[in-house]
């Protein structure tokens, strides 16, 4: 499901030629994005410049901090190859784990399996840990993630404002068995890197939330966008804020779930 992005074409470097006074011509400047799908491939360039994204086993540790002043620690592994998944969290009935491995799903709290209460206060049925691994693969992936299957990458280009600065705007809707939100993705219009994006179910009602993009961090090659903050469309409520702060190789998933392999 994953897709490596088709790399950007980059014109043959020049050896420029000497002028009369001895100074050196300047290169031509790099043509501007054309369409949507253009200013996400040079996104994804920026961002992902070796086109390591589709090959990521990686551990990610995240600091979440919401609005009731509560914070945890969180590692989060991603095998993007596979979409194998592990969520780990501190809670009040001890360590939790939540994992996808290959077609399964698997929950731990303090390494035993958790009760039908446990299961149901922490959500670890199949279908809720499958979209919290889909959250995470989806979010963490930006910008590369706009070129999987069933993406439609609007072809417009829109000059706009997002975060109090000028950004190159595209929007993204998704083939209905893909997602039925609809997206708005901002780019700073010098290296098109990403500066936030805005969601909506219902953008006639105009719900939804958007996210304000900070910092960075190099993972593996690429530069990841190291700080979210959350909040309504409607209103600007504050949500919270996640920073990656830690990642490292980690262990695979099958290490704690599955065949142990």
């Known amino acids: 499901m994953h897709r490596r992005i088709l790399p950007l074409l980059i014109s043959s470097l020049v050896l420029a030629t000497l002028a009369c006074d001895g100074s050196q011509e300047a290169p031509p400047p790099a043509t501007a994005p054309e369409t949507g799908p253009d200013l996400v491939a040079r996104s994804a360039a920026y961002h992902d ?112 404002t997002f975060d109090e600065r000028p950004t190159l705007s595209v929007k993204v809707s998704y083939d209905a068995d893909v997602g039925t939100d609809t997206w708005y993705f901002y780019f700073d219009p010098t290296d098109y890197h990403l500066v936030g994006y805005k969601f909506y179910h219902d953008e006639a009602a105009g719900d939804g939330e958007y996210i304000l993009l900070r910092e960075e961090r190099e993972v593996l090659g690429m530069r990841l966008p190291a700080v979210r903050r959350w909040f309504t469309n409607a209103d600007s409520t504050y949500l919270g804020t996640d920073t990656l702060v830690e990642d490292y190789p980690g262990q695979p998933v099958s290490a704690y779930f599955g065949d142990g392999e």
């Open 49 to 160: 410049p070796q086109g390591v994204w589709p090959t990521v086993r990686h551990t990610l540790v995240i600091r979440q901090e919401r609005p009731d002043g509560s914070v945890r620690r969180t590692p989060v592994r991603l095998e993007v190859p596979t979409g194998d998944f592990l969520y780990e969290e501190e809670t009040d009935d001890g360590h939790l784990r939540k994992a996808v491995a290959g077609e399964e799903c698997f929950a731990s709290l303090d390494d035993d399996p958790p009760t039908e209460a446990q299961v149901e206060a922490h959500r670890l049925e199949c279908p809720a840990i499958q979209r919290i691994r889909n959250y995470y693969l989806y979010l963490w992936g930006l910008p590369m993630k706009l070129s999987d299957p069933g993406t439609r990458v609007a072809d417009a280009i829109i000059r706009d």
